[in-house]
């Protein structure tokens, strides 16, 4: 069974300082890894992408990439209350077609 | 703004009726699929299609039916609807352009079922 696992929080951080997110994933042939933000009511909307090890940088959010570990992390600099939302980790299925592997989401709550 | 728009995006029904859930794109992308997010589950496949008339079953399929007989129509189907679906049903579609599998989501249907 391919595995996306999640801390489900809340994660709680003032406003400013830096939210850091994680995920790790069980399938080694797994090749795209995404983060989605949820407000609630709302659908996923996606944040950002990864595939290759390292870093990805977007603005006030960085992604990093761990391939050898099967951890991808999601960094928030600068939180702002309107940060608050969840979070889901999602990785892609190795056969083709198959849809995205969903975490369960971690809550952050970004209090001003 | 993926062009994805689901109807109803409300619904409540009653034990045992058939519910037709419909997701609507406008891009003509090939790959749809169905989710169902519930409470301490996360986002879960119900069912996917690859192109017209061409669907396969995901981890939660039992009980639900779908369709896809134009590229822009995907149509989820409760056959008999119970209690335990019970749920948020969203759309995605497959950008077929990204090699990453780039996925974006319709709205959302929130059913209930009595």
């Known amino acids: 069974q391919k595995e996306v696992e999640q801390n489900s929080g809340p994660l709680s951080v003032p406003e400013g300082a830096i939210a850091s997110l994680n995920c790790t994933y069980s399938?080694?042939?797994?090749?795209?890894f995404f983060w989605y933000r949820q407000y609630s009511g709302k659908s996923p909307e996606l944040i950002m992408s990864?595939?290759?090890?390292g870093d990805k940088e977007d603005g006030r959010f960085t992604a990093q990439l761990n391939k050898a570990s099967q951890y991808v992390s999601l960094l928030i600099r600068d939180s702002q209350p309107s940060d608050s939302a969840t979070y889901l980790c999602?990785?892609?299925?190795?056969?083709?077609?198959?849809?995205?592997?969903f975490g369960k989401g971690t809550t952050l709550s970004v209090s001003s | 703004d993926a062009g994805i728009t689901q109807s109803p995006r409300h619904k409540v029904t009653e034990t045992g009726t058939p519910v037709t859930l419909r997701c609507h794109q406008t891009e003509n992308h090939r790959y749809m699929y169905w989710y169902r997010q519930d409470p301490g589950h996360g986002l879960r496949l119900i069912h996917y299609s690859y192109g017209v008339k061409d669907t396969d079953k995901g981890e939660v399929s039992d009980g639900y039916s779908v369709s896809r007989s134009k590229t822009e129509d995907f149509l989820l189907t409760l056959e008999s609807a119970t209690s335990s679906q019970t749920s948020v049903y969203f759309c995605?579609?497959?950008?077929?352009?990204?090699?990453?599998?780039?996925?974006?989501f319709g709205p959302g249907t929130r059913l209930l079922v009595l």
């Open positions: 999602a990785v892609n299925g190795v056969q083709a077609g198959t849809a995205l592997i």
């Open positions: 399938d080694r042939g797994s090749q795209s």
């Open positions: 990864i595939y290759s090890n």
């Open positions: 995605a579609i497959r950008e077929d352009s990204s090699s990453l599998e780039t996925q974006y």
